[in-house]
């Protein structure tokens, strides 16, 4: 264990590189470039608001800026989730030619598949905060859990991206699965809409990890309320677990990368 | 021996599956249902063995050869030496930074331009990125590739990628290094360099582990080579020896037994010292030696030889027949030597010999042997080219017109 941490510590800088080109690539001749960190959960932002207007329609409701701020800080956390997750899966396929040919600490992949989506992540909060602060979202000592939940939902989506990276390698439907899977779960996941909507059946929705954190989030920067702390929790102690299977069973089975490819 | 172990295999074994692997959850169904109901072939008759109870031993600053047919477990050696792997059983221990050269350039991205492509594979090869920064403008020198670091490396030819790909790996310093066949990267020039580099890294007390079908580079760079056959050790000790080891095999693996009533019993390539040799200086004399047999008389036989570069291009060809020795005759009791000197005016490389016998008036073959002994050449002077001519060089003044003086160099 010490001795895991010591060479991927030591490696640093291969996670900095990895990274650091996952980055680039994506954006090297695209004409927007960094812009697609912004566009992507804007459209995720745009199609909530869609939704909420809707829900509005026929509640018979006005839609408040209140509403706006809600969504949009659901969807951006969301959309860094499903897009970590996409890319963490991908991760060691993608580089198939490394994983066969040189010497490694493989989790650099996936780590470095989530480290560079957080950094788009980073630069679509900054716009938000901006969209926030023009809509008039309040400030409040709640904004303090942020940065607690932010880390839960990494540490969720590392804990799954190094799990289904390692699955992907096995079995290739893996990666279907994985696709099929995240179009679906904004159904269960309280993204465009508040757990409350779903009444007796909000346990079964925030049972998601993803859920707490999205509907704390809203919480605490559009409503300026405390998170749910018991479902906060929860959320925590399965992120946890899921990291320590995931990095556990991707260590496990590490030696038969080479030869499963 | 005293002198420290850097890398130790101890019994190594490699085990794959033949046959399926579950590649999608549709496979894997069915082959679960197929292996409970007792249907699928027993569990040992997939196996194969690439590896079988391996074990050496190298020592600090020793240059190691692996040499061996393919499908010898040459690539898996390699990739348990380098971690890629584990084996199935039996253990490998390394002492101190080991880097491998499997591939030139892994991890380059066509998109990414030359500089960032050296920062990003230097980091892959175990480079920090304060290490790459001090090496970069050595490395870049190092490749020829100055004026293109700039441009996205997709815009490269092959030969530039692999250039490069060479100089960030040729740029780690690792403690023992391990490479496989990269030094056949780029043209004659850059070879040259990367031969000239590797020579350099083995002197400086790092401990190498050549990994390659190249018996010529190998027989240069390493002092021990281990002959990998059918995944065991076939031969190990000083590289001369195993490479003729080899080569023996090689041969006796060609020769399809003697079909005519005479046949080429043996062949024999030796210094002027009488000792077999497969590398030589450029200008030696070696002597060929070539042994007879018949099982019937067979009368007016003439031995032919003839040396052929890697490329099979024909370099030099004779016959005692037409060297005005004659013809000769051979009976069963009375095995017959033939001897061809040779001084070998020949440009660096590796060289085959072959050797026929024949009889001119029926225009009868009756054994040929190719290749019947492989030599490689080293030369002092960098000269290009199937043939030494040993130039000596003047250098001229502005006005004055002289000639060169006229001889061989030393």
């Not at chain 2, 699928?40 to 050869?65: C, H, K, M, N, Q």
């Not at chain 2, 660096?348 to 190719?370: E, I, M, P, S, W």
Request: net charge positive; charged share 20%.
């Amino acid at each position: 264990m010490i001795g895991w941490l010591r060479e991927l510590y030591r490696r640093r800088d291969l996670f900095y590189m990895i990274t650091w080109r996952e980055i680039v690539i994506r954006y090297k001749q695209s004409v927007m470039g960094f812009l697609w960190a912004i566009l992507m959960p804007l459209l995720i932002v745009g199609a909530g608001i869609v939704v909420r207007a809707a829900f509005a329609y026929v509640a018979g409701t006005k839609l408040v800026t209140s509403d706006l701020a809600d969504v949009s800080v659901r969807s951006v956390p969301w959309a860094f989730f499903v897009a970590a997750t996409r890319f963490a899966t991908n991760s060691l396929i993608g580089n198939v030619s490394l994983v066969q040919k040189i010497y490694m600490p493989r989790e650099i992949f996936p780590l470095a598949a989530v480290a560079s989506n957080f950094v788009d992540f980073l630069v679509a909060s900054a716009a938000l905060t901006v969209f926030l602060a023009v809509v008039g979202t309040g400030v409040s000592v709640q904004l303090l859990w942020v940065p607690v939940l932010v880390l839960i939902l990494v540490i969720f989506t590392i804990g799954l991206g190094t799990l289904l990276a390692a699955a992907s390698l096995f079995f290739r439907d893996v990666k279907y699965l994985v696709e099929v899977f995240l179009t679906f779960a904004i159904f269960v996941t309280p993204v465009f809409f508040s757990a409350d909507i779903f009444a007796r059946f909000r346990t079964f929705l925030l049972l998601n990890p993803v859920s707490p954190v999205l509907e704390g989030l809203a919480q605490t920067i559009a409503h300026q309320q405390p998170p749910p702390m018991y479902w906060v929790g929860y959320s925590a102690a399965v992120s946890v677990a899921v990291l320590v299977t995931g990095l556990l069973v991707f260590k496990r089975l590490e030696p038969y990368f080479a030869e499963s490819i | 021996m005293a002198a420290e172990i850097t890398l130790a295999m101890r019994n190594v074994s490699k085990r794959f599956k033949k046959g399926e692997m579950y590649d999608s959850l549709r496979d894997l169904v069915p082959g679960l249902a197929r292996r409970l109901l007792g249907k699928a072939p027993a569990r040992e008759s997939r196996d194969f063995w690439a590896l079988r109870d391996v074990s050496f031993e190298i020592t600090r600053g020793e240059a190691v050869g692996i040499v061996g047919n393919n499908g010898a477990g040459k690539s898996t050696i390699l990739k348990i030496l380098s971690g890629i792997m584990k084996p199935t059983s039996g253990t490998m221990t390394v002492a101190g930074r080991l880097s491998a050269l499997i591939e030139v350039g892994a991890g380059f991205h066509p998109d990414l331009t030359g500089r960032e492509n050296v920062y990003l594979n230097g980091a892959i090869l175990g480079m920090s990125r304060a290490e790459v920064k001090r090496k970069f403008d050595e490395i870049v020198e190092f490749s020829g590739l100055t004026e293109f670091i700039d441009t996205p490396v997709k815009r490269y030819s092959s030969g530039m990628f692999a250039r490069l790909g060479f100089s960030v790996a040729a740029h780690v310093d690792p403690d023992v290094l391990i490479v496989d066949e990269v030094l056949s990267v780029g043209d004659y020039v850059f070879q040259q360099k990367c031969a000239e580099r590797m020579t350099q890294v083995v002197s400086a007390g790092a401990t190498v582990v050549f990994v390659s079908h190249n018996l010529h580079a190998v027989s240069d760079l390493c002092t021990r080579t281990v002959w990998l056959h059918q995944g065991q050790v076939a031969g190990i000790g000083p590289t001369a020896d195993v490479i003729r080891a080899y080569l023996d095999r090689a041969r006796e693996g060609v020769k399809d037994g003697p079909t005519e009533d005479a046949y080429i019993a043996d062949v024999k390539l030796k210094q002027r010292d009488g000792t077999e040799t497969v590398a030589v200086e450029a200008g030696d004399t070696v002597t060929v030696e070539v042994l007879v047999r018949a099982r019937q008389k067979c009368e007016r036989l003439s031995v032919g030889v003839q040396v052929y570069d890697d490329s099979s291009y024909n370099v030099f060809n004779t016959s005692t027949e037409r060297l005005g020795s004659g013809s000769f005759t051979v009976t069963p009791d009375q095995p017959f030597y033939t001897t061809f000197e040779l001084q070998l005016h020949l440009g660096a490389g590796t060289y085959l010999l072959g050797v026929n016998l024949h009889r001119y008036d029926v225009q009868k073959q009756y054994d040929h042997r190719f290749p019947a002994a492989t030599f490689f050449v080293k030369n002092q002077q960098d000269v290009r080219g199937a043939a030494n001519l040993y130039p000596r060089v003047a250098a001229f003044g502005p006005a004055t017109v002289r000639t060169p003086s006229v001889g061989a160099a030393k």
